[in-house]
T-cell receptor
Framework: KAGVTQTPRYLIKTRGQQVTLSCSPI?????VSWYQQTPGQGLQFLFE???????NKGNFPGRFSGRQFSNSRSEMNVSTLELGDSALYLC?????????????FGPGTRLTVT | AQSVAQPEDQVNVAEGNPLTVKCTYS??????LFWYVQYPNRGLQFLLK??????LVKGSYGFEAEFNKSQTSFHLKKPSALVSDSALYFC?????????????FGTGTRLQVFP
């Protein structure tokens, strides 16, 4: 079974631009979560989607948004990029509320804002 | 509020020696606890979990963890460290709020195994 895939793997953007990151979950998984990883703040939860609905959101400004499509693929968008948005963005998928309780992570997208 | 703490930023151990990476948690109710490992430029890989049952949990790559309810700890252990175990380790607890799979992570501990 293929794992979680994220595209692109690396991205360089300029302040003020916007960016869209993509995540394809493991086949059959319907829940997708996004996390931001930085050296200073560690791993922080961004948001979670299930059946095309956002069911949980972390403490991030409105510049961060996401969506989920009917095939469970998810995208996150960051508008008006700031230097502090430079981070590794990780996507995780799971089969919600199943007995394994595990989340499976993709390799991440490394975003650099200059 | 739920949280996990990893009190050590870095743990150094010689190859062949036992290793311990510490984690304590704060959760109201029964905790669902996880350990993940991250190698450079990679995502997180699942190592093991405690949901219920035996307090000693065995996971991937020879790692194990002991759930201790009285000390609210979930320390990661391995009897004999390998240089290839050098990586960043995260302890996490599942948010017990209704209808979410969200994980709350500790700050991570960098494990360095020296030959």
């Amino acid at each position: 079974k293929a794992g979680v895939t994220q595209t692109p793997r690396y991205l360089i953007k300029t302040r003020g631009q916007q960016v869209t990151l993509s995540c394809s979950p493991i086949s059959g998984h319907r829940s997708v979560s996004w996390y931001q990883q930085t050296p200073g703040q560690g791993l922080q939860f961004l948001f979670e989607y299930f059946s095309e609905t956002q069911r949980n959101k972390g403490n991030f400004p409105g510049r961060f948004s996401g969506r989920q499509f009917s095939n469970s693929r998810s995208e996150m968008n960051v508008s008006t990029l700031e230097l502090g948005d430079s981070a590794l963005y990780l996507c995780a998928s799971s089969f919600p509320r199943d007995s394994n309780y595990e989340q499976y992570f993709g390799p991440g997208t490394r975003l650099t804002v200059t | 509020a739920q949280s996990v703490a990893q009190p050590e930023d870095q743990v150094n151990v010689a190859e062949g020696n036992p290793l311990t990476v510490k984690c304590t948690y704060s959760v109201s109710g029964n905790p669902y606890l996880f350990w993940y490992v991250q190698y450079p430029n990679r995502g997180l890989q699942f190592l093991l979990k405690y949901i219920t049952g035996d307090n000693l949990v065995k996971g991937s790559y020879g790692f194990e963890a002991e759930f201790n309810k009285s000390q609210t700890s979930f320390h990661l252990k391995k009897p004999s460290a390998l240089v290839s175990d050098s990586a960043l380790y995260f302890c996490a607890v599942r948010d017990i709020s209704y209808n979410t799979d969200k994980l709350i992570f500790g700050t991570g501990t960098r494990l360095q195994v020296f030959p």
